[in-house]
């Protein structure tokens, strides 16, 4: 009886020590394809070969339509993401001491694993966790990583970590864009050229007191006559007044249209104009009759501009009890 004992529990013993051996050879054979090719490719049989039981590796297998007939783009866009990320692990890891392998598996070389898995849409990603060791989960089911719009290396590599053993992984590697770096080089080159040639003329513009007066007049009257309250609202242009005509002054404070604010802002300039005009223009004219004149001229489109935008604000606010002639 005790031999019997004794020759079941070498048995058990040896069948153990032969399904690590299995495990372990599989994972170094293909550890070898992915340290010259990473992510390496599989087809059906080297995936059902992979993702049997035991293991005692990690596996994260990108099931993709890479070519044009399947018009996927999300497919074509995320492979050189993935092969930056596959690239950048097997750098990190060149000894395998992870024991993570990255694969793929193209719809051309695993149609029945697509059919298996009812899958409708691609990319996904499979994520198949060790079932022996110190880190396995038994059940071995895999995790899965929709594609609901782009992805990057860096954020399927975040996924991944969730799932791996607490650790120190390789970082994402990105090559070096030796495009980029050309053509920001020969921006960089044309700009200080242009601005070495412009320069003399451009200066002077630059330096006009008279230019930078008008903009930052304009920029002013843009923004007090409500131009952001139109883009953040969102406000019409004008409106019916309910009698089959248009109102261009929307009533109370919080509603605008925009007519009014061009309205309003042109109001603005005109008394500021006539203002700087009676304040700078109108003392530099030698001729007395002339300069009488001009400020009775912009005397009365002061005090007429101010009677029009007294009564537009009553329109704003009925309760106004102030007004000026004619309006």
């Not at 692990?89 to 694969?103: F, I, Y």
Request: glycine letters at 8%.
């Amino acid at each position: 009886m005790r031999f019997l004992k004794l020759l079941a529990l070498t048995a058990l013993s040896w069948t153990a020590v032969a399904a690590k051996k299995a495990t372990t050879n599989r994972f170094d054979t293909y550890f070898s394809k992915q340290a010259s090719s990473a992510p390496f490719e599989l087809d059906e049989k080297g995936y059902n070969e992979l993702t049997a039981t035991p293991r005692d590796y990690s596996l994260a297998v990108l099931l993709t339509a890479r070519d044009a007939r399947y018009a996927c783009g999300l497919c074509r866009e995320f492979d050189p993401e993935w092969s930056i990320l596959g690239r950048s692990w097997q750098k990190g890891d060149r000894n395998g001491a992870h024991r993570m392998l990255l694969s793929t598996v193209d719809f051309d070389n695993g149609r029945n694993i697509f059919m298996k898995l009812q899958l409708q849409t691609a990319p996904v990603l499979l994520f198949f966790p060790p079932t022996v060791g110190p880190h396995a989960k038994p059940d071995g089911q895999p995790l899965r990583l929709e594609f609901l719009g782009p992805q990057t290396a860096d954020s399927v590599r975040s996924w991944l970590l969730r799932h791996l053993p607490p650790g120190e992984y390789p970082p994402i590697s990105r090559p070096i864009n030796y495009a980029r770096i050309g053509a920001s080089i020969t921006i960089l080159l044309g700009a200080f050229t242009f601005i070495t040639v412009a320069y003399p003329y451009v200066l002077p513009v630059v330096q006009n007191r008279t230019l930078w007066a008008g903009i930052s007049l304009i920029l002013i009257l843009l923004f007090t006559s409500g131009h952001m309250f139109n883009h953040i609202r969102k406000v019409p242009y004008v409106a019916g007044n309910g009698r089959g005509g248009i109102a261009y002054f929307a009533p109370g404070f919080q509603n605008q249209y925009g007519m009014e604010t061009q309205i309003v802002a042109a109001m603005y300039a005109l008394l500021s104009f006539a203002t700087i005009s009676l304040a700078l223009k109108v003392p530099r004219i030698k001729d007395p009759r002339t300069q009488q004149i001009a400020v009775i001229i912009w005397a009365s489109v002061l005090f007429g501009m101010y009677s029009f935008l007294l009564s537009v604000f009553r329109v704003k606010n009925g309760g106004y009890p102030f007004w000026l002639p004619p309006f």
